[in-house]
Nanobody
Framework: QVQLVESGGGLVQAGGSLRLSCASAGGTFDNRAVGWFRQAPGKEREFVAAISLSGFRTYYADSVKGRFTISSDNAKSTVYMQMNSLKPEDTAVYYC???????????????WGQGSQVTVSS
């Protein structure tokens, strides 16, 4: 069973940076892909970024391209998302998810973290 534990959220001013971490408590992500999604109040959950754990191919939403970077440390069973040049519209609860090759579709993921709040003040 894959259990995902997120950390690294918080409050930051616009233009600042945060790094989110997603660790697999069970020691594995099942070797498919790990994705990050976010959900702002009153909005649907949306895809942010993903990484393939076999080929390390990365995927990004247009809204974060050039500002966010997803990476993986397989030895530590941890996926990171470095978020730079943060904007108030990035404010949301961020979730990591694992267990699919269909990286853009939230319903395709089998495992989810508990969520981490990111708040960007203007």
């Amino acid at each position: 069973q894959v259990q995902l534990v997120e950390s690294g959220g918080g409050l930051v001013q616009a233009g600042g940076s945060l790094r989110l971490s997603c660790a697999s408590a069970g020691g594995t992500f099942d070797n498919r892909a790990v994705g990050w999604f976010r959900q702002a109040p009153g909005k649907e959950r949306e895809f942010v970024a993903a990484i393939s754990l076999s080929g390390f191919r990365t995927y990004y939403a247009d809204s974060v391209k050039g500002r966010f970077t997803i990476s993986s440390d397989n030895a530590k069973s941890t996926v990171y998302m470095q978020m730079n040049s943060l904007k108030p519209e990035d404010t949301a609860v961020y979730y990591c998810a694992a267990g699919t090759y269909n990286v853009y579709q939230s319903s395709a993921y089998s495992y989810w973290g508990q969520g981490s709040q990111v708040t960007v003040s203007s």
